[in-house]
Each structure stands twice: as structure tokens, then as C-alpha cells.
């Protein structure tokens, strides 16, 4: 079974300054990590996804994130928050063999100006 | 850009009635997931669909909840009867499934349920 920790239910941030959202997964085996983005009373939106290549994944709208298998962690990141950025984001794990995504409990970004 | 369909939106209801929720996959996604996500939580699997058939509805509360995906396209979520911790958001999503090389779901935007 596998499972997703996020660290921290709410980041605040300024305008322009570095996001860093935690993630950390179990997994008995090497597991598929992705990133969602939620905006207040819609769906998800793929932010990025490691699939066991390159360890340090680009997204979408200046994310990345960068798998530590001896971490366990798959932490996002921006360097420059945007207003835009504010919304609830996901880490969700999947094994290679089954395709089920599971959720962490999500962190809400605040940016403030 | 293909997109994945639900409706209604919003719905409001009482308890102990009926409601029912439609989802339409992006065309020729084969896997289709239907997620409860309660406020301030992440979402849960109810049910999988591998074409019409159910692959996974662990997570589903039988006794009330019902899915069904006859034809393999689109699918309808039911509750009956509605229960106040059903208030929920309900999220469809679909997938290539098994021919993709790795698990890219498509979420639709949802429909949140009010059950007053």
C-alpha cells in the first residue's frame, strides 16, 4: 500500500518569494508521484508527474519537483510566487501496477501582495 | 482541447433523497474514477471503471451508493438515500488506462454536493 504526507496545511507567502511545498510518500515499490493543482470550486490540473526518469521534473506555470528516493520526498517548488499561485495543491502517489492515485490531505497557498 | 464533462455544478439536496451525478469521459479513455472529496481533505476513490466494468469500488458505500458505466462512455454516480456527511465535492476523472505508460488522470470540475 502506498500513501502520501504533506507537510504543512497552509503556506503563506509574499509576492516574489521562493514556494516550497512539502511532500513525503511510502511505497513498496518505486512509485509514480504527480502534483495537482486545485482553484476554488474546480477540478484538478496536472502540475507535473515523475514517471522514473530524470529525478528533477519541470511543470506547468514555473513549477518543479525533484524526486529523493533516499528522502522519500517529491517536493514542489517556484522560485517566484505569482499572485495566480494561490489555490490548494495536491501530491498523490500511484505504483506502476495498479494506476490508483492517492491523495495527500493538501496544502493551501496564500500569496500576499 | 478535450475535457472531461460533469453535471450539474452545484446540488443542493435533502436528506434522505435521491441524487444522481453524470460524468463524460474525454473520448477513447478507457478507465474512468469517480472521487469524493470532503472539505479540507484530499480525494478518495469511490469507484474504477475499466471500460464498463467495475475494477475497483472498494471504497464505496454500497449500501447507498450505486455506479454504473453501461456502454463504457459515460457514467452516472447515484446516492440514494442522501445522508448529511455525504456533503461533498464529487469528482470524475478518466484515463487511457492500461495502453498509457503511466497513470495521467483528467479531472473534470466536479459537482459539489449540499445535503441539508
Known amino acids: 500500500a502506498q500513501s502520501v504526507t504533506q507537510l504543512g496545511s497552509h503556506v503563506s507567502v509574499s509576492e516574489g518569494a521562493l514556494v516550497l511545498l512539502r511532500c513525503n510518500y511510502s511505497s513498496s515499490v518505486p512509485p509514480y508521484l504527480f502534483w495537482y493543482v486545485q482553484y476554488p470550486n474546480q477540478g484538478l490540473q496536472l502540475l507535473l508527474k515523475?514517471?522514473?526518469?530524470?529525478?528533477l521534473v519541470k511543470g506547468i506555470n514555473g513549477f518543479e519537483a525533484e524526486f529523493k528516493k533516499s528522502e522519500t520526498s517529491f517536493h514542489l517548488t517556484k522560485p517566484s510566487a505569482h499572485m495566480s499561485d494561490a489555490a490548494e495543491y495536491f501530491c498523490?502517489?500511484?505504483?506502476?501496477?495498479?494506476?490508483?492515485?492517492?491523495f495527500g490531505a493538501g496544502t493551501t497557498v496564500t500569496v500576499r501582495a | 482541447e478535450a475535457e472531461v464533462a460533469q453535471s450539474p455544478r452545484y446540488k443542493i439536496t435533502e436528506k434522505s433523497q435521491a441524487v444522481a451525478f453524470w460524468c463524460d469521459p474525454i473520448?477513447?479513455?478507457?478507465?474512468l474514477y469517480w472521487y469524493r472529496q470532503i472539505l479540507g481533505q484530499g480525494p478518495e476513490l469511490l469507484v474504477q471503471f475499466q471500460d464498463e466494468s467495475v475494477v475497483d469500488d472498494s471504497q464505496l458505500p454500497k449500501d447507498r451508493f450505486s455506479a454504473e458505466r453501461l456502454k463504457g462512455v459515460d457514467s452516472t454516480l447515484k446516492i440514494q438515500p442522501a445522508e448529511l456527511g455525504d456533503s461533498a465535492m464529487y469528482l470524475c476523472?478518466?484515463?487511457?488506462?492500461?495502453?498509457?505508460?503511466?497513470?495521467?488522470?483528467?479531472f473534470g470540475p466536479g459537482t459539489r454536493l449540499t445535503v441539508l
Open positions: 498523490a502517489v500511484s505504483l506502476s501496477n495498479d494506476y490508483k492515485l492517492s
Open positions: 515523475y514517471t522514473s526518469a530524470a529525478t
Open positions: 476523472a478518466s484515463s487511457l488506462g492500461a495502453e498509457s505508460s503511466y497513470n495521467e488522470q483528467f
Open positions: 473520448s477513447g479513455h478507457a478507465t
